[in-house]
Each structure stands twice: as C-alpha cells, then as structure tokens.
C-alpha cells in the first residue's frame, strides 16, 4: 500500500478528510462575518452559533486529517498554515457575503447537502470520520430547519422579500452544482468505503431544497449558464485569497501564540 | 497542595461533580457527558467526555477544570473526548432537568424525530419553566448557547431559555 504522493491512500483519505473539513471550516468563517451584520440579534446569534457548529465539525475532520496524514500536522497548522491551492473546499462556502436572503438560499443548500453527506458517512469505514457525522448530523438538521424557515417565510411574504429571496436563490445557483461533482478522490473514498459519492447526494438534497421552495412559491432557478468547477483541486476565486488572509493572519503573524 | 485522598469515589465523585460553566447549576454528570472516570496507576485519573455539540466552547472549561480538581487529589488528568455515540439530551438525568427547570431554564423535551420535519414555526408543546403553563411560543431557534433555543410564554409574558432535544 502505497503512503506517499498523490495518488497513495494516505495521500488520498487524507484529502477527501481535508475537502470535508475545508468546506465547514471556510462556510464557520462566512457565518461569523455575520455577527452584529445580520437583520435582528437572534439572527447575530443564529448564523453565530450555526458557524460555531461548523467549525467544531472542521476542527474534528482537519484533527483526523492530520492523523491520516502523519506528518505531525494538527488542526491549526492545517488551518492556519496552509495556502489557497492547498484548500480543498467548493466555492459556494468562500463566496462573499451577500444580503440575508441570499445567506439564507446558500444555508439552504448546504445544509441539505450536508445533511445527506453525514447521513451516507454514518457508515465510513473511517471510525473516526463516522464519529463526526453522527454528531454532525443531528446540528446540521437544525441548520437545515432554520434555513427551511426562512425561505418559507421570505419567500411567502412580501412582494419585497421573495424578490429578494428568488434573487438570492439565482445567485447562489451557479455554486451548486459543484457540491455534486464527482473529483477524483471522493471516487475513490466511495470505492474504499470511507466516503460516498457526491453525485449520489444530488437527488435527495435537491429533493428536500425544491420542495421547500415550492411550498414558499419560489421559482427553481435555471440551469446557469456558468457554473464552479475545481474547488476540490484547489482552484479558488478572488474572494477566497482575502478571507484566508484575514483568517489567518494573526496565527501566521505571531506563531504559537497562545491566549 | 497536598494530596487529600485518591480513593476511586473521591476522585471520581469530584469529577462528576463539576458544573458546567454556561449552566453552572447542572454537573456535568446530570449533564450526560461523563463516560467514564477511570483511575491509572497512583498519579493519573483518565476522564472520557462526549461532547454535547462539535464545537462548544465550554468543553475547553470543562476539561480545564478536570484537570484543575485531579490536581487537587494530588492526580493528573488525561481528558478523552468519545464522539461516538453521539451526546444526546436523552442522557440528561431527572436531577439535570429538575435543576434547569428550577434555573428557569425548560429542559428537553423528547427526542427530536428521525425523520423529516414538518415546515413552521416550533410544532412543540414546551412548558413555561416560570409559571408551568404550555402556551409558549419559540422566539428564536438558537439561543445564547448552541443547546439552547429562546422562547416566550403567552400566559406569563415572560421570555425564557430551553435546552433543545438533540
């Protein structure tokens, strides 16, 4: 069994780690740009504590990766110390904040999507990757409530706000797909029976989303004419080289300091 | 400081023992998320926790404070953290949610089902910990805590906390 380079299975379970971890870590720091932003204090402390759920889930995955990995690696180093081509995240977590209603339509999404991840990981034959997801899963699902809420009540409400709302959903469209994208790495980890297939959590993730906007008499967007591509590669947008450096800088600023 | 003792109950009910500090009228025992006490040799005592959510912050008080009351048996500690199974307010105890409830706070109530759930605004019956009455309405989904939701009671008028079933 191989250990080394990209293709080798330490290589390999320790990116499939790293793409989870990323996308929870990136969309914890998203929600955090929320605090004192959002439209009434319950929603400062929402979208906070929905962040804070994340980031718990990415301190978990990137802790595991780091094991995986074995190259003495923990969850700040991975964190803090790695560069934007090494982030493995899909673009829908890094995009810049947009108004609520456009929060609310990417929350949507990927609660969902995460939802039915953690549902196929159940059964990882990563234990402690199993672990996480059967923690996870029961936060997510209170992510995916409140996200439901507010597009219902968004969307059926005023001619004002499901303007805005269906706006935040088109906007947010040519991100999703991506989460879908079968990339290299997950085929294997679904091969190996670590992960699941991406494309296999189309369907009911879609499922759940369209129904919820049915019922707030919303419009499924177009197919867009552009869509995300290569987030899993490393290949990221403008936007994730800024919220890096934010996210980063004091860690890198002063190494090892401690509270 | 000396050592004062290091038999199993001792040790073992000072652990148990400590409160949580977002909810200090609950020990973490009440609270469901003690595995296991367990001593090691004449120095250490190995405590496994479950966490309540992935990324609560009191857990890093509470392991701080593991290790601060196995200092004072004269022990260290080593603190595991067991994700699986996962925490649930099922594992709350009687006395954990007589002691929320007298703190003013409604303790869980049921397990949240499995399935999917059905769309709009809390569908739960929650007593008002204030005055008993069921006529309470959901405020805000998440709380000052990531365990707790706030809510209203419309016989009382007064707002309050309740520990959300996971």
Known sequence: MSTT????????????????????LVYAQRLGEWLTRAPQIEEDMALGNIGLDLLGQARALLTRAGEVEGRGRDEDDLAYLRDERDFRNVHLVERP??????????????????HELYAGLLGSGDEVLAGVAGKAIKEVTYHRDHATQWVLRLGDG?????????AGLEAVQPYVAELFDDDPVSVWAAETGLGVLPSTLREPATGYVHAVLEQATLTVPEEPRWRSRGGREGIHSEAMGYLLAEMQHLHRSHPGATW | MTAMTTTTT??????????????????????????????????????????TYSGCPAMEAIAQQIRLVAERHGRRAEVVTRLSPPWTTDWMSEEGREALRRFGIAPPTGTRPAGPVTVSLSVRRVTCPHCG?????ELARFGSTACKALRRCRACREPFEEFKAI
């Open chain 2, 133 to 137: 009455s069921e006529d309470t309405e």
């Open chain 1, 158 to 166: 005023t001619e004002e706000s499901h303007r805005r709302m269906q």
């Open chain 1, 97 to 114: 904040r947009g108004d609520f209603g456009q929060e609310m339509a990417r929350l949507l999404w990927f609660s969902s999507y995460q």
């Open chain 2, 10 to 51: 001792d040790v073992e009910r000072a652990v148990r023992g400590i409160l949580d500090p977002e909810i200090p009228v609950i020990t973490i025992d009440d609270l469901g998320i003690v595995r296991d006490v367990e001593l090691v040799g004449d120095d250490l005592v190995r405590v496994t926790i479950t966490p």
């Open chain 1, 5 to 24: 380079g990209t293709t080798g299975t330490t290589a390999r379970h320790t990116a499939y780690l790293l793409g989870l971890g990323d996308d929870a």
